[in-house]
């Protein structure tokens, strides 16, 4: 056996007429370490997700509170609401791209995320890419889960008249505002203990739900206001020249970073695919129109608001708490319950309880997986990565990005340049198999990992203002001084530069992978 691609027969696989691919009965190596029953490939017959699942799951994924105070954030850099809503645009174009290239394998293969990585880090290595993507999806899941908890609390309070506000406090907030998180963590945990095709159900209707709860707070704004506000005629602060550039481009890497996550993670979801038509078409009509135009609800409704109560209230549940009756209260509070559960649960348990799983197969499965994410979701302390826009938008999502996309593009050259989009199956649970490499690992990605995320992310950098207070915590030069240039393009440059050094590395094994196919 070589190094990297042994030779001999590959495990028997059927492909059907639409070329998606099982395995042959009785050919799924359940006994090996590297597999368990939520790991293996998805029967065809249980591949039922039509466009409309998938243009539903990110519609329910996209119209949550922190996709619609996006908008807000960039306005508060600088940019007028036309700059803003073109930068989340031009993002949500951009990642659909790869979103498509690593979703592919879903349909046509019925692997979750960390076993598509085994074709290129090895069985072993993987976990690597499986425990990033699951550490940034337990800080996501922590950060959804307090914005909900907190939407709760504020209307709970409204309804109360008040008194939750002035209630004892516990680590300086009040304690039905602890309370309201817990809660709200629990009822997460609870449906994703039903299962995916519990979700899929759930999403297909909390998708028409969110968007007639948004085009409502617009329509009652815009009646309290008698049309919109000053804010769509307010001027940029940075115009189009040299003082908007070095604004945009980090926050377009943000908002890049927004979904980078689903852009690797996306075949937990797409294996459930009927058809790659189903996901191709699904992806595209519900990510960037929906995130596009949950921009430009946000800039409308934000600016009725100004016209109505002399300021620019962004924050949708802050402004749902201003209803003069219990009715329109109560419509908020179910709102923005389905809205963040049907992101949170969607996008930052399923993928991480896959990742965990795949980390001990015989020890934990989806639904330890799911528990391990809720309790790490709580210990990141959430309420302190969402404290300032320069925190959230350049530290957290400007990382998180840069490194997901080097991750990204390792798995766009493996599966797309050096294997053409050919898997086999079962070696992708079985030690000693295809994917093997040396000893579970192959050293190519691991090195092309770690150069692109040096790239990506060694110059980062936090701002310091005129106060001279820091916006981050990394030092003003950069953690590494000379790559600071390079820090606002973090997630560009880490897919970039993984994927060349993989190819170069994967040169000469190229023809040896094709060759057993």
Not at 1 to 14: F, K, Y
Not at 46 to 75: D, Q
Not at 248 to 265: H, R, V, Y
Not at 335 to 350: E, F, G, K, W, Y
């Amino acid at each position: 056996m070589t190094e990297t691609v042994p030779s001999g027969s590959p495990m028997a696989q059927s492909v059907d007429s639409s070329g998606r691919i099982e395995l042959a009965p009785g050919a799924f190596p359940a006994d090996s370490p590297f597999a368990n029953e939520d790991l293996r490939p998805v029967p065809v017959s249980e591949r039922k997700w039509t466009t409309y699942n998938f243009a539903a799951l990110w519609i329910s994924m996209a119209h949550c509170i922190p996709s619609w105070t996006l908008a807000s954030g960039l306005v508060a850099l600088g940019m007028d609401w036309k700059q803003a809503v073109f930068t989340i645009a031009l993002a949500n174009v951009i990642v659909l791209l790869p979103m498509l290239a690593t979703g592919h394998a879903g349909p046509k293969y019925g692997i979750p995320f960390p076993v598509l990585a085994r074709a290129s880090f090895g069985l072993r290595g993987a976990n690597i890419p499986a425990m990033i993507r699951a550490a940034v999806a337990c800080g996501w899941f922590g950060i959804q889960t307090w914005i909900g908890g907190s939407g709760i609390f504020a209307l709970g309070s409204k309804l109360t008249g008040g008194q939750w506000e002035t209630a004892g406090k516990i680590a300086g907030n009040p304690w039905p505002l602890w309370l309201c998180f817990i809660l709200f963590w629990a009822l997460q945990i609870a449906i994703i203990y039903r299962g995916m095709d519990f979700l899929r159900h759930f999403e297909n209707w909390a998708a028409p739900f969110v968007i007639v709860g948004a085009f409502v707070l617009l329509i009652w704004i815009a009646v309290k206001a008698d049309g919109f506000g000053a804010l769509l005629d307010q001027p940029s602060r940075l115009g189009w020249g040299a003082d908007f550039w070095p604004v945009f481009f980090p926050s377009l890497m943000g908002m890049i970073g927004f979904w980078a996550t689903l852009s690797l993670n996306i075949p937990d979801f797409t294996r459930f695919g009927a058809s790659q038509k189903a996901q191709t078409w699904g992806q595209s009509l519900g990510l960037p129109t929906t995130m596009t135009l949950f921009a430009i609800l946000a800039v409308l409704v934000t600016s009725g608001s100004e016209a109505v109560y002399g300021e620019a209230i962004w924050d949708p549940v802050t402004l749902a708490a201003k209803a003069d009756n219990t009715f329109g209260l109560l419509f908020a509070l179910i709102t923005v319950l389905i809205a963040t559960i049907s992101v949170n649960i969607a996008a930052n348990v399923v993928s991480p309880a896959y990742d965990l799983a795949n980390l001990a197969p015989k020890l934990i499965n989806f639904r330890t997986g799911a528990l391990i994410t809720g309790v790490l979701g709580i210990l990141i302390f959430p309420w302190k990565l969402i404290s300032t826009p320069e925190f959230y938008i350049f530290t957290w999502l400007g990382v998180v990005g840069g490194l997901l996309g080097t991750v990204a593009g390792i798995l766009i050259a493996d599966y797309w340049i050096i294997r053409r989009t050919v898997l086999h199956l079962a070696d992708l649970y079985t030690e000693g198999g295809r994917y093997w490499y040396t000893a579970g690992w192959n050293w190519r990605a691991i090195a092309a990992f770690l150069v692109g995320g040096v790239l990506a992310v060694g110059g980062s950098y936090s701002s310091v203002n005129a106060e001279g207070v820091s916006s981050g915590p990394f030092p003003q030069d950069g953690l590494i001084p000379f790559l600071k240039p390079l820090a606002d393009y973090g997630w560009a440059v880490g897919l970039a530069t993984s994927m060349l050094v993989y190819v170069a590395l994967m040169a000469g094994e190229r023809e040896k992978a094709r060759a057993t196919v």
